[in-house]
């Protein structure tokens, strides 16, 4: 297959080989971040982690990981947020900023790292593939994933591989190099997943009772089911929806019927809720797929188990490689070109 956007998704193995080989050559950067941002006290620093897009969904994903893993308050908005409403985004105490853009040249993102660095005097990250970008010069610290550079408009492994980033460098900061050795096993996690439930993306993707398409998922899971809410949307047109599960009883179930597809992205903290929620809307008429380390207590019409043998944290990135597949799948079935998604471009850039 020659779509570009193809190849970057099955080249997310090696990719991320390259990323967290990478992260060794990219240590200071960690290690003296970890040091200056590790919190002194209840009243001390926060993080405020922000993106436009798909690097929007996957700050929401790393405010958790990094209120997790380093023990500070953090959370996550968009872009233009910060850039448009300072007043009321920015917090008087000592922030850390963690700026995401995959270019590094999208303007909102830009411009939030501007109003940061004018009114407060935190700390400053961004995370990019592009070393070279009008962000990475801006800020104070540097990450940078440059093997996940794309060719494609909607965004795959570079997604992915900022992830890994940021989970090392929560991990440096919290102090869990247990996670950073764990880490090192995902290149081979993914090879074996992919091959297993490649037939079971391209199925699901290609069958035309799918009318809708929703995502659960809680904690990290919901910035990644945002995500492969957003890349079906992108690359195939297809009405999609996402939603943290528990939420989903109120009120949005009333859409559910036949024709509903739900994806549940099942965490290990709260396996047992979650698995109710399936099979409440399994009984309710939906088709359900549930991504989960393994299967025990779940009751779905189809698994995908990733059995990665690591702690909840360090295997997210494998949840999303099967519905990306899905996502392009469901383009080729509907006659569209997922290198060029309808009315998008790569970089957002405003006048």
């Known amino acids: 297959m020659d779509s570009f956007t193809y190849q970057e998704i099955m080249s997310q193995g090696e990719v991320w080989a390259a990323t967290l080989k990478s992260v060794k050559t990219q240590f200071n950067q960690i290690t003296d971040f970890a040091e200056r941002t ?38 996550a908005l968009p872009a233009s947020e910060i850039w448009l409403f300072p007043e009321y985004t920015l917090p008087r105490q000592p922030t850390l900023l963690v700026t995401v853009s995959r270019s590094g040249e999208t303007t909102e993102t830009v411009k939030a790292l501007d109003v940061f660095l004018q009114r407060l005097s935190g700390e400053a990250l961004a995370v990019t593939c592009y070393p ?12 940078v994933a440059q093997a996940a550079q794309e060719q494609s408009i ?29 880490m090192s096993s995902l ?34 899971n919901y910035g990644l089911a945002c995500e492969a809410m957003l890349k079906m949307k992108e690359m195939s047109l297809a009405p999609a929806e996402a ?15 036949p024709g509903t597809l739900i994806v549940g992205l099942v965490s290990e903290t709260a396996r047992e809720q979650e698995a109710l929620v399936l099979a409440e809307m399994r009984d309710l008429g939906a ?65």
């Not at 070279?132 to 990450?143: C, K, V």
Request: hydrophobic share 40%; with cysteine; aromatic share 8%.
């Open 243 to 257: 939603f943290h599960f528990m939420e989903f009883r109120h009120g949005p179930k009333s859409v559910v019927s």
């Open 287 to 351: 088709t359900t797929l549930a991504i989960a380390e393994s299967g025990a207590g779940i009751s779905t019409d189809y698994l995908v188990e990733m059995r990665s043998g690591l702690d909840d944290l360090a295997s997210r990135s494998l949840v999303l490689p099967v519905l990306q597949l899905m996502a392009y799948y469901r383009a080729l079935s509907r006659g569209l070109d997922p290198d060029h998604p309808t009315n998008l471009d790569a970089v957002v850039k405003l006048g």
């Open 132 to 143: 070279e970008s009008t962000l990475a010069r801006q800020a104070n610290r540097l990450l």
């Open 38 to 75: 590790r919190p002194v006290s209840k009243s001390g620093p926060q993080a405020l982690f922000t993106g436009c897009g798909s690097t929007y969904y996957l700050s929401l994903s790393a405010a958790h990981l990094w209120s997790r893993l380093v023990g500070m308050p953090s959370r």
């Open 187 to 220: 290149p081979k996690a993914f090879d074996r997943l992919v091959a297993a439930y490649h037939p079971l993306a391209k199925g699901l993707a290609e069958n035309p009772k799918y009318e809708r398409i929703i995502y659960l998922g809680s904690g990290v």
């Open 154 to 182: 909607a965004q795959t492994r570079s997604f992915s591989s900022m992830f890994l980033l940021i989970l090392a460098a929560a991990s440096r900061a919290g102090g869990r190099m247990d996670l950073l050795e764990q």
